[in-house]
């Protein structure tokens, strides 16, 4: 995510013209070794160990938390208090309660989540669709994350397999994607029955999680987030069937998304494959990678607080995403269906 981040600070001011001249001015991280290294590769002026000094800096403006999810609540909470604007990577945090104490800490000052799929172009035209009613009343919301690392058993256990330091598993780490991306489509999730898993022995996080969900508009939904889907490096997909036509997306194929028109004939009813392009990227036909969605996404925010708005996801949309966590979580323990407080 750091390097996901320095790359977007850099790319930005080439596809987009932006309101502000960026200076990036202060890199922090554990190992000074790594952190030399890393500022040397993408332009950061200082390097620090110590997160306290950037939000306490008068030459800095803007915090953007990349660390692991345990910190994400005790930096952002201070360089609000220290009147920084503040980005932070998703999960927003380990609990509904630190959630809103961040929600609470941001309120004064401009805030931003980086949930990156919401700038996928085709993404994007899926809410479009939506919103045009192209697919009319939605009945079903299907989303899958699928990844397979948690099954290599050369790969270092890092801080994502602690509980201590992430929280959750994939509950917050890749469910967290799939449930931002439902509430901005599909909207409000009401209800929520879930079942959590861990398939490595002794590990104290989740390893797999499944969901069924009541949405307010009346539609259901099922969600599955896995590390042990073998096969599969990153799957992050989304189908939703409504009475007028069905979306469905696969960002493994990021630059497409299929639509099927129920008010087709029926001899020529089928799924039709859109290319999606961004005119703030290449020309149409040309695609887009995993790195543009964090470039649109830094940009989006930096164009918003030029104009005094809100960028969203903001900090509240975040903690919408985790009071759905925390009832899939209270659902695991309690093996029954719980709803999503507010």
Not at 131 to 151: D, K, P, S
Not at 155 to 183: E, N
Not at 278 to 296: C, D, L, R, V
Request: aromatic share 10%; glycine share 8%.
């Amino acid at each position: 995510m750091g390097r996901a981040h320095s790359n977007a600070y850099r790319q930005a001011p080439h596809f987009f013209d932006l309101p502000y001249e960026l200076d990036c001015r202060l890199l922090c991280g554990r190992n000074r070794e790594t952190l030399e290294k890393t500022a040397a590769t993408w332009g950061w002026s200082e390097i620090s160990t110590d997160w306290r000094e950037a939000v306490t800096r008068r030459d800095i403006d803007l915090v953007d938390i990349a660390a692991p999810n345990a910190l994400h609540a005790p930096i952002a909470i201070a360089a609000a208090e220290a009147g920084k604007m503040v980005l932070c990577e998703k999960p927003l945090a380990t609990s509904a309660e630190e959630g809103a104490r961040m929600v609470e800490a941001a309120r004064a000052v401009p805030n931003f989540v980086w949930f990156n799929y919401r700038r996928i172009p085709a993404v994007a035209l899926c809410r479009q669709l939506i919103e045009e009613g192209r697919i009319g009343r939605v009945f079903h919301y299907r989303a899958t994350y699928l990844q397979e690392w948690g099954n290599d058993p050369s790969r270092p256990l890092g801080w994502k397999t602690s509980r201590a330091d992430a929280g959750s598993g994939v509950l917050g780490d890749l469910l967290s994607h799939l449930v931002d991306t439902a509430l901005w489509l599909n909207g409000p999730i009401s209800e929520i029955s879930s079942l959590l898993h861990t398939f490595a022995p002794g590990r104290d996080v989740d390893d797999a999680a499944l969901l069924l969900a009541r949405f307010a508009n009346g539609s259901i939904g099922s969600f599955e987030a896995t590390r042990y889907a073998v096969g599969y490096a990153n799957r992050n997909a989304f189908a939703i069937h409504g009475e007028r036509g069905m979306l469905r997306f696969n960002l493994e194929e990021m630059n497409w998304l299929e639509f099927a028109d129920a008010a087709a004939p029926r001899n020529l009813r089928g799924i039709s494959r859109i290319p999606v392009a961004s005119p703030h990227f290449w020309k149409p036909g040309h695609p887009i990678g995993y790195e543009h969605t964090f470039i649109a996404a830094l940009a989006d925010f930096l164009f918003a607080l030029s104009r005094g708005e809100a960028a969203h996801p903001t900090f509240a949309d975040g903690q919408q995403t985790g009071l759905v966590l925390d009832a899939a979580a209270r659902s695991a323990v309690a093996r029954a269906s719980v709803p999503v407080l507010t």
